[in-house]
């Protein structure tokens, strides 16, 4: 088994690497002298080099989703909890230059080889997020007729309005996102406020 302080060692060169160079241009040999391991080492306990671009994937978005975990929404309306939630990701970001990088990279200019995988594991995080929003919605009082299904796929709907809308702004580079990310939040929140209180004025 190896050893947690190597093996964090690895990741931690493997982050700097991938987000530096990108995944077809990155070089194990350089991960091996960042870690200060032989190659042969992280070729015998992460199998490849995609899989050990994929694990440090996973790492930066275990990341992500611990600082989830460990925020307590009670006791919050809606629309509070929804800015919380975009709070974290922001920050997180802003505090992780190099994560944000990788990710940015490695869900919108996915590595040929990998954008099968990529794009499952995608959806998976999208949907891990629309499942916590589901929770919020089943603790507001809906109009008849209208489900948390309903209400989380007219969400799902404005995410990827706005992907298509901003993607093109959002680089790899956190200035950029820093740039654009509360124009984009604006947005989100007022197609928000939008389906919750309708488009029609009744008087």
């Known amino acids: 088994m190896l050893d947690k302080s190597k093996r964090d060692k690895i990741l931690k060169a493997s982050l ?35 899989k050990l671009y994929l694990i440090t994937m996973n790492s930066c ?29 922001y920050n997180f970001f802003i505090k ?5 990088k990788l990710i940015v990279n490695g869900f919108f200019n996915s590595p040929k080889e990998l954008k099968d995988e990529l794009t499952k594991r995608y959806n998976d995080l999208r949907k891990t997020g629309l499942d916590i929003i589901a929770g919020f919605i089943r603790g507001v009082p809906l109009k008849k007729n209208v489900s948390v299904e309903n209400v989380v796929d007219v969400i799902s709907g404005i995410q990827s309005v706005l992907e298509s809308k901003y993607l093109y702004y959002f680089t790899d580079n956190t200035l950029s996102f820093e740039k654009y990310y509360n124009i984009v939040a604006d947005d989100f929140m007022s197609l928000l406020n939008t389906v919750m209180y309708g488009i029609i004025d009744e008087k």
């Open 16 to 50: 700097e690497e991938f987000a530096e160079y990108g995944y077809e241009k990155a070089s194990t040999d350089r991960i091996s002298q960042r870690a200060e391991v032989s190659k042969g080492l992280i070729f015998h306990y992460f199998g490849s080099k995609s």
């Open 61 to 89: 978005i275990d990341e992500i989703m611990e600082d989830y975990n460990n925020i307590d929404f009670d006791n919050k309306d809606f629309l509070f909890k929804i800015k919380l939630l975009m709070e974290i990701k």
């Open 96 to 100: 992780n230059p190099l994560q944000y």
